[in-house]
């Protein structure tokens, strides 16, 4: 049995949301928001869980944003995972980046679909030798026989590629999502929360252009 004294109940005593503080379109809240999580000391900033639905149903995960700009959000990936397969049954998925020691969310609601193989191999170059290293060595979500079994898999991608550059793998890749909606939290007493959400007018709205997006305040 869980123990249910670990349950804390967090009464949030801080700021709300006012509707003439928040900025005109989602990219400059957003921008607002993850600036204070940094200025915060939040850790990883840029995670997020990643919900997508294949074949099997509803799944989610946590992931790293690479990039958060006018066309979406950026995460990369094996494409022969089992997300990136959900991904091609449904196209459909959503995101949500929680700053609990500031009791705030965004949650974006969209479509992905895969980026560019040349801004792929540009991130990929950015990562860390051992990082591109795994990202040759892991099946990722296969069944693997042991610990040592994956170890195996990476001395092995060490001996194919000994030096730099370590090229991108053709299974890696990433996925860019496109917002169709996107949604500000702000914790508030008495669970009254502050909730603001902007929806595009048309699809594929510029995440910085006021005029694509409509923004209403939604109840608790």
């Known amino acids: 049995m869980v123990n249910r004294d670990a349950f804390e109940r967090v009464n949030y005593e801080v700021p709300g949301l006012a509707d003439d503080e928040v900025a005109n379109a989602p990219l400059e809240q957003f921008g607002r928001w993850l600036d204070e999580a940094v200025a915060a000391g939040v850790k990883e900033p840029n995670a997020m869980s990643l919900a997508t639905c294949g ?30 397969a959900d991904i091609r049954h449904d196209p459909r998925v959503a995101l949500c980046f929680a700053w609990l020691p500031l009791h705030r969310q965004v949650r974006i609601t969209g479509a992905a679909a895969e980026v560019p193989r040349s801004e792929v ?4 170059a950015t990562r860390p030798r051992g990082a591109r290293i795994g990202a040759w060595a892991s099946p990722q979500s296969r069944p693997l026989d042991s610990r040592e079994d994956l170890l195996r898999r990476v001395a092995d991608a060490e001996d194919r590629h000994p030096g730099d550059p370590v090229p991108t793998p053709p299974h890696w890749g990433g996925f860019r999502v496109t917002a169709g909606s996107v949604e500000f939290w702000q914790g508030q ?32």
């Open 55 to 84: 074949p099997a149903g509803p799944v989610v995960r946590v992931v790293l944003a690479k990039v958060v700009d006018d066309s979406g959000v950026v995460f990369y990936t094996n494409l022969e995972s089992d997300k990136a």
């Open 121 to 124: 191999d540009d991130y990929f």
């Open 189 to 220: 007493p008495s669970r009254l929360h502050d909730r603001l959400r902007f929806d595009a007018i048309t699809p594929g709205a510029l995440l910085s252009d006021p005029a694509g997006w409509h923004r209403v305040r939604l109840a608790p």
